[in-house]
Nanobody, 123 residues
Framework: QVQLVESGGGLVQAGGSLRLSCAAS????????MAWFRQAPGKEREFVAA????????DYADSVTGRFTISRDNTKNTVYLQMNSLKPEDTAVYYC????????????????WGQGTQVTVSS
């Protein structure tokens, strides 16, 4: 079992930055691929970014490529999402998720989820 707790969300103006963190419990954090998803009101949950177990491989949605960076620190059992050049359309609840094995873009394939953190970008 892995428990995930996100933090770092908030209100920011367009063009600003935020850094989300997701702290994981358990001793096997390095066994899990990790990802960030987001869900805006009335929309489906969508893939944002993913990182492999070692951190050596990352994947990004086209909408965030070049603006967001996912990273992890396996010594701290934490995954991060650095978000720069934020846009109003980035407004959503952001969730971190984990799964054993390889990264995937499909949220239904992730076993463990945090409670979410709200990110609001004002224009």
């Amino acid at each position: 079992q892995v428990q995930l707790v996100e933090s770092g969300g908030g209100l920011v103006q367009a063009g600003g930055s935020l850094r989300l963190s997701c702290a994981a419990s358990g001793r096997t954090f390095s066994s899990y691929a990790m990802a960030w998803f987001r869900q805006a009101p009335g929309k489906e949950r969508e893939f944002v970014a993913a990182i492999s177990r070692s951190g050596g491989s990352t994947d990004y949605a086209d909408s965030v490529t070049g603006r967001f960076t996912i990273s992890r620190d396996n010594t701290k059992n934490t995954v991060y999402l650095q978000m720069n050049s934020l846009k109003p359309e980035d407004t959503a609840v952001y969730y971190c998720a984990g799964r054993p094995g390889a990264t995937l873009r499909t949220y239904m394939r992730y076993d463990y989820w945090g409670q979410g953190t709200q990110v609001t970008v004002s224009s």
